[in-house]
């Protein structure tokens, strides 16, 4: 698999999941309990990637981030949005100053 398939490819497998039974599946199970159980392991991956980053251990920080990254994609497809709705939001961003950016908050 392409490598810039995996988030699209990752978000249809989410959408999936949220259909089956939470025996069936670790995400599966993370819908059914809830958005405060989805938010408490996007912060627990988060923290974790904090502290992977404090080591400097290049692998920590891949892996941690990797599951930051899983985590905040079942977030989202909790809410129906995808990658994609970030990336736009990104692309929007391009060429775009940052101090301006927060400005326009």
Do not use: P
């Amino acid at each position: 698999m392409n490598q810039y398939d995996i988030l699209n490819e990752l978000t249809r497998i989410l959408e999936d999941r949220k259909q089956q039974s939470a025996k069936s599946s670790y995400v599966a199970s993370l819908y059914h309990k809830g958005e405060d159980k989805i938010l408490e392991k996007v912060g627990e991956e988060a923290i974790e990637t904090i502290l992977a980053s404090k080591t400097g251990n290049r692998e920590k920080i891949i892996y941690e981030t990797a599951d930051l990254w899983f985590h905040s994609m079942i977030m989202l497809a909790h809410h129906n949005l995808s990658a994609d709705d970030i990336l736009q939001e990104l692309a929007r961003r391009f060429g775009v100053s940052g101090h301006d950016e927060k400005a326009s908050r």
